[in-house]
């Protein structure tokens, strides 16, 4: 779905790293895109599948300047689609039918530059008028799926890690 910075209203996946830059000091790096697909089976108050596709090569961040090195680090070229499917079942509880906010954590297999390692993220999710809200960051490690700190001249240091952060906005199909 769509996706602008401003509102945050949509589907999207992205990042958010802390960086130092020469002249400007401590900052945040925010890349986002909302191109987003996938879909999540529930049978009765249980999350039983989940899988989800982010189209890596529309990944834009709050620094134009910083998209093509966020691609490169990425390696969008040879690996542009991140997948995230889960691996264990996401039990919700039977107040979330009635619209209440469900904190618990997805598990799944996540894959970045061709590379799955499973995680564990916090999630909150709730059904407002037919649509179910999920949000969730987890932190990650670049390195566990071969992805490079982005780097630029002006750039004095990036984090080697940062957070995974999604706002998913389903829908029965």
Not at 91 to 109: I, K, M, N, P, Q
Request: hydrophobic letters at 40%; glycine letters at 12%; zero cysteines.
């Amino acid at each position: 779905g769509e996706f602008d910075y401003e509102s945050a209203t949509g589907s999207f996946v992205g990042f958010r790293i802390q960086e130092e830059l020469v002249g400007v000091g401590a900052t945040e790096a925010v890349g986002r895109t909302g191109d987003v697909t996938g879909s999540m089976t529930i049978e009765g108050t249980t999350v039983t599948e989940g899988s989800f596709d982010v189209d890596l090569t529309t990944i834009t961040t709050n620094e134009s300047r910083r998209d093509d090195r966020v691609q490169s680090a990425l390696n969008t070229s040879t690996n542009p689609t991140a997948t995230f499917t889960l691996t264990a079942p996401i039990e919700l509880g039977a107040a979330a039918a009635g619209g209440e906010t469900v904190t618990t954590t997805a598990t799944g297999d996540l894959t970045i530059n061709g590379i799955t390692n499973e995680i564990a993220m916090p999630i909150e999710a709730r059904l407002v008028d037919g649509t179910v809200f999920v949000v969730g960051s987890v932190q990650i490690t670049f390195a566990d799926w071969d992805v490079e700190v982005p780097s630029a001249p002006i750039v004095v240091g990036a984090e080697d890690h940062g957070d995974l952060e999604l706002q998913l906005l389903l829908v029965r199909g």
